[in-house]
C-alpha cells in the first residue's frame, strides 16, 4: 500500500537557522501531499498541501514541493523561530476505491526543537 | 466558524471497561474520521462516517466501532479495553468525502 518515510528526529536548530524536513513517498496513483504540524497537548493543523506534481505548497514561511520523478516533499524554512518547535508529520491522500474518500497516511513524524 | 470539537479531552478507563468518545464536526461538514496516535504505531486510520452511514474502515479489530447522527456528530466506542488501546484519538471532519480534513484537538485515553 502507500506509504510516507520522514526523516528521524528530532532535529534541534538555533533560532534563523535553515530548516529541511527530508519526506519521501511510495504511492500508486497520484495523491495529494500535505505537511501537518501538531504542537504540544494538541491536534493536527494542516501547514501546507500539493495537490500535483511541480506544485509548492506555501504558508508561515515554509514551503514544499510536490517532487514526482523523486517522489518527495520536503519541508524547508528559511528561517526558524522558537514558536516553530513542534512535530511534523508528512502525509499523502490515499483515494480508496469506490468511494470519494481520500485517507491520509502519515508519516512518523519529525520533532523540531528550536532554541533561542 | 467553529472548529472541530471533541469531548471529553482526557480520560483514563480500566483494562476491559468500554469507552465512548465524540466529535462534532465543522458546521457543514458531512464526512467525519477518526484516527488513533501512538507511538508505537504513529497515526492509523480508524473509520470514515458519511450520511450517518460506515463508508471506510481501518483495519482494527471489531472492538472498535463508531456512529454518526444526522447532525453529523459522530461518537466511536472501544469496548473490552486493552492497554495497547492508550492513544490520542483525533478526529477529523471534512465538507464531503473528498475534501480537505480538519482536525480536532483530539482525546487522550489512557488505559490502566
Known amino acids: 500500500g502507500d506509504s510516507v518515510t520522514q526523516m528521524e528526529g528530532p532535529v534541534t536548530l538555533s533560532e534563523e537557522a535553515f530548516l529541511t524536513i527530508n519526506c519521501t513517498y511510495t504511492?500508486?496513483?497520484?495523491?495529494?501531499l500535505f505537511w501537518y504540524v501538531q504542537y504540544p497537548g494538541e491536534g493536527l493543523q494542516l501547514l501546507l498541501k500539493?495537490?500535483?506534481?511541480?506544485d509548492k505548497g506555501s504558508n508561515k514561511g515554509f514551503e514544499a514541493t510536490y517532487r514526482k520523478e523523486t517522489t518527495s516533499f520536503h519541508l524547508e524554512k528559511g528561517s526558524v523561530q522558537v514558536s516553530d518547535s513542534a512535530v511534523y508529520f508528512c502525509?499523502?491522500?490515499?483515494?480508496?476505491?469506490?468511494?470519494?474518500?481520500?485517507?491520509?497516511?502519515f508519516g512518523t513524524g519529525t520533532r523540531l526543537l528550536v532554541s533561542p | 466558524k467553529a472548529g472541530v470539537t471533541q469531548t471529553p479531552r482526557y480520560l483514563i478507563k480500566t483494562r476491559g471497561q468500554q469507552v465512548t468518545l465524540s466529535c462534532s464536526p465543522i458546521?457543514?461538514?458531512?464526512?467525519v474520521s477518526w484516527y488513533q496516535q501512538t507511538p508505537g504505531q504513529g497515526l492509523q486510520f480508524l473509520f470514515e462516517?458519511?450520511?450517518?452511514?460506515?463508508?471506510n474502515k481501518g483495519n482494527f479489530p471489531g472492538r472498535f466501532s463508531g456512529r454518526q447522527f444526522s447532525n453529523s456528530r459522530s461518537e466511536m466506542n472501544v469496548s473490552t479495553l486493552e492497554l495497547g488501546d492508550s492513544a490520542l484519538y483525533l478526529c477529523?471532519?471534512?465538507?464531503?468525502?473528498?475534501?480537505?480534513?480538519?482536525f480536532g484537538p483530539g482525546t487522550r485515553l489512557t488505559v490502566t
Open positions: 504511492a500508486t496513483g497520484y495523491p495529494s
Open positions: 458546521s457543514g461538514h458531512r464526512s
Open positions: 477529523a471532519s471534512s465538507q464531503l468525502q473528498g475534501s480537505e480534513q480538519y
Open positions: 500539493a495537490t500535483k506534481a511541480d
Open positions: 462516517y458519511f450520511s450517518e452511514t460506515q463508508r
Open positions: 502525509a499523502l491522500s490515499d483515494s480508496i476505491r469506490n468511494t470519494g474518500f481520500q485517507k491520509l497516511v
